[in-house]
């Protein structure tokens, strides 16, 4: 892996596959790090060693304030930052480098939640429906869309959504539409 914006987006998916995060922190990290880095358009080949984080994160507020709430801003700011941060700890010492985050007791006591269903900053964590026993929970990302003029729609998606999934959701979104042409 690179030491890029590409690079760091990949690591979170990677240390997923690997074992050595918890997949929704692992996809916090990777999505935010994608969101704020996106507003460049040379993000993906761009040194992240060398960015000037403050400047990135203003310039993301600045751009994205209309598409998200202030708590989601300030969201995607922290994760960003853990995120670069723990990359580049990462790459300055594989060997050596352990994840050093929170555990959920502590997360709990900060926040006053003691649920599973925790929607923080544009991101949710919801439990699927499963036969049988308890659900995994899923790391949804809250997509501002803009549909037509002067409306803009919310649409919340898994943040791995398979291309089979995008499909069927396209399908029916299809059958909503209330202009479908009637054939003769």
């Known amino acids: 892996m690179e030491v890029t914006g590409k690079g760091l987006v990949e690591f979170w998916g990677w240390v997923v596959e690997k074992g050595l995060v918890k997949a929704n922190t692992a996809r916090s990290f990777g999505a935010a790090s994608k969101q704020v880095l996106a507003i460049d358009d040379d993000w993906e080949t761009r040194d992240v060693s060398t960015i000037d984080v403050e400047d990135m994160i203003r310039r ?4 994205r304030q209309k598409d998200f709430k202030p708590e989601s801003l300030n969201a995607y700011d922290r994760r960003f930052r ?12 594989p060997g050596n480098w352990k994840f050093k985050g929170q555990d959920a007791s502590s997360r709990r006591a900060r ?4 649920n599973a269903h925790t929607e923080e900053e544009g991101v949710t964590e919801a439990t699927g429906s499963m036969a ?14 803009p549909l037509r003029e002067n409306c803009i ?4 998606l898994p ?16 059958t909503l539409a209330v202009d479908v042409p009637v054939e003769k």
């Open 60 to 63: 993301f507020k600045n751009i």
């Open 82 to 93: 853990q995120g670069l941060s723990h990359f580049l700890e990462y790459k300055r010492d």
């Open 111 to 114: 926040s006053g939640k003691n």
């Open 132 to 145: 049988g026993g308890v659900a995994p929970l899923i790391s949804l990302m809250e997509y501002p869309f």
């Open 153 to 156: 729609v919310k649409i919340r």
């Open 159 to 174: 943040i791995d959504l398979k291309i089979s999934e995008a499909e069927r959701l396209s399908a029916f979104m299809k």
